[in-house]
């Protein structure tokens, strides 16, 4: 017999249960005939909790058997004409699952767990399971069968009990919501609810403790004006410890924040030996948490911007179309009709001194700047590593600086931004400020004062050790002010051009605050220096490749975003791969960056130089060298052809009677004259004298020569020989010797 699943109820789904009690009567006429009976029996009418919730298997600890037999009034064992049904009333404490069907291989029906299945009987018979679930408690199994005489509904319930443990508390959760509150008249929350659940050792929820309180909830070390408040048996309870009671194991407190910032710890305490505080506590189990309270003031920002769906390319038609009419952008994001422009969401979180969200509604301002930049030493024009702002005052001065003729000079209106955070100590001197005057090339004036680095509560001057620029906005425009949400994140929105991806900037988020020393406004800047990126992905591509070996040439790299616009003033990085030899680009051996930046096209020229690289073998070249920026790369083969060999001398003279020794030179060279390094090269001697040695087996070396060191002798005037000298691809040198008159 097989059991289709969609016949099956699925576990926790919604119940319809058949009508308990047994077959009814028929209004006591005595001529009709009786409905038969249900008999349901099991020998493991009590089973252990299953906690992992595993599945039913055969022999499992936590399955029982459950036999069903159908009998007519006269006690007979009686075949039905429709499916019987199984429903259990707790699925979470015991679910029920047919016998595994052989016929159907896909699947276990055994390993099924449902609330209720109908199943066809055998004359009358039929056995079926019932598996523990994750909660303790009763579950009522109801089999329900239409009489095959009466055609009446006839119901048998069995119960199961699932055994959890001692219903007394063993684990304890505690959780505040929020974990950070702010002191009153702050304009934010005040209030954390402390939710707490207490379980036995069953995992089950703890009784209810009736009359009494069981959970105890107190404020450790000094509560800095905070309190506590809760229900409890005898009524409201507030103050640094209350007692209040569980609902089904759960239970909580209110949180109060007083005037006193800093973390706040509360613990919650429970008594394994009774489930009861109200009479003192013999054996406790604690749990703590802390609760922040702050005064949700501006304290810090921190700049960000999201990798994904961040950027967006603008359209012509927005506005001007209606929704439902525009063309989707591509895979890409990009728009059929683009026009020209990008935005991208920038965003900065708040926080107070304590590490809480600000209060939300606190305003943002954000800012950029972008030019005079210097492509050359890709730097901004105006900048500097040595500034040194006067804390409270509105005095910038620089030894090094420019201020007046770098890039053109600066002027008022301008926007000078300074890194405090950079050097340890500093933070509070991260600044974005506009330039009041220009006084000297060392020496400005800013329209507003910068704060007074007190954050230890002292005022302190590292002097001229913070890096500055001094620029304004060309390319870019940003939204002006965001105001924080609930979690202090403010946003902004940066636009720019296609023309100027790449293009380096300075962004900032800036708020107003409270000096804590003095009472006084103070500005909370974060700055970053960053660039216009383009849309993701990118395409680097580098031409011609391959590039041949051990000498000089010139390799074109571009870099495009996904929209094809070239990625301009961007430092590509590079690196070599060879078996043998050595590589530089621009001067720069091995890997590094180029020595220029990308142009408006998007593309810069690498010089690339290579010397002692091996020959090819095959179709594999001698190296590859890889130009990449992030994720984004290609690479361009370096190939070495051998295309001679030479030897020195070419021709030997050997004086008859007489030995010679003779040192034969070997390079190899490839198409362009460049010596090859690594070349395995054999030779052999052969003709009317003798050559000791007569064979040679050797490898160019790094300047890509080799000799051959030989004696010659027994050559008479006239006799000839030739050693022949063969490499790859067929190369191969020859050295003619030639017997002449002794020497007188």
Known sequence: MKFPLNSFGLLLASLVLASCGGGGGNGGAASAPQSGTITL??????????????????????????????????????????????????????????????????????????????????????????????????????????????????????????????????ALDVVPSPAGVYVPGSGGTTNSVINIQVRDGANQPVPNPGA???????????????????????????????QTSTVNGVAAASFQAGTVQGPIQVRVTVDRAD???????????????????????????????????????????????????????????????????YSLTISALAKDRQGNPVVPGTVIRFGVVDEPFNVATDTFSISGNDGNPLEGGNLFTAPTGMFATAGGGAGPGDVLVVFGDEVQGNTDLESALTVQAINSQTNLNTASNFNRNNTTGVTVDYGSVLPYVIARAQHG????????????????????????????????????????????????????????????????????????????????????????????????????????????????????????????????????????????????????????IGSYSTSVDIVVNLATLQVSPSTVTVPAGGPRMVNISIAARDSGGGLVPGVNITGTCTGGGTFDPASFTGTTDGNGLTNHSLTADGFMLGVTGICTYTADQGLSANVDFIGTNPTP
Request: net charge negative; charged share 10%; glycine share 10%.
């Open 477 to 628: 425009n940003i939204t002006a002010t965001g105001v924080t949400n609930d979690i202090g994140r403010a946003s902004a929105t940066l636009n720019y051009t296609v023309s100027t991806l790449g293009f380096q900037n300075v962004i900032w988020a800036q708020g107003e605050s409270v000096d804590s020393v003095t009472g006084g406004n103070k500005r909370v800047t974060d700055a970053a220096i960053g660039a216009y990126p383009g849309l993701a992905p990118a395409t680097i591509s580098a031409s011609p490749s391959p590039i041949l070996g051990n000498r000089t040439q010139q390799v074109q790299v571009c870099l495009y975003d996904a929209t094809l616009s070239p990625l301009q003033r961007v430092r590509l990085g590079f690196s070599f791969e060879l078996g043998q030899g050595t590589g530089s680009v621009d001067g720069t051996s091995g890997a590094g960056l180029l020595g220029s930046s990308t142009g408006a096209n998007g593309c810069v020229i690498a010089n690339v130089s290579t010397s002692g690289v091996g020959a090819s073998s095959g179709d594999s070249g001698s190296g590859t060298l890889t130009f990449f």
């Open 41 to 170: 029996t099991t020998s493991r009418p009590t089973l252990p909790l299953n906690p992992g919730n595993v599945l039913p298997y055969p022999g499992s600890p936590y399955m029982a058997e459950v036999q069903f037999t159908y009998r007519n009034n006269a006690g007979v064992i009686t075949a039905l004409t429709a499916d019987a049904t199984f429903t259990t009333s707790s699925p979470s404490t015991v679910s029920l699952s047919p016998p595994d069907d052989p016929s159907t291989e896909d699947i276990n029906e055994l390993a099924t767990r449902v609330v209720s299945f109908p199943a066809t009987t055998n004359n009358g018979s039929y056995v079926f399971f019932a598996t523990s679930y994750d909660v303790a408690g009763t579950a009522t199994v109801t089999a329900s069968a239409i009489d095959p005489a009466t055609g009446r509904t006839v119901s048998q319930t069995l119960n199961f009990t699932v055994a959890g443990s001692t219903p007394l508390p063993a």
């Open 212 to 242: 009494a309180d069981n959970v105890q909830v107190e404020i450790v070390g000094s509560p800095g004006g905070s309190t506590l408040s809760a229900t409890s048996v005898n009524g409201p309870d507030s103050g640094p410890s209350v």
């Open 275 to 341: 489930n009861n505080v109200s009479n003192g506590i013999a054996d406790p189990i604690s749990a703590t948490t802390t609760v922040v309270v702050s005064d949700g003031k501006l304290f810090s920002l921190t700049l960000s911007s999201p990798n994904v769906n961040a950027l967006r390319v603008n359209r012509v038609s927005d506005g001007a179309v209606p929704p439902e009419d525009l063309e989707p952008p591509d895979e890409n994001g990009v728009p059929p009709d683009p026009d020209a422009t």
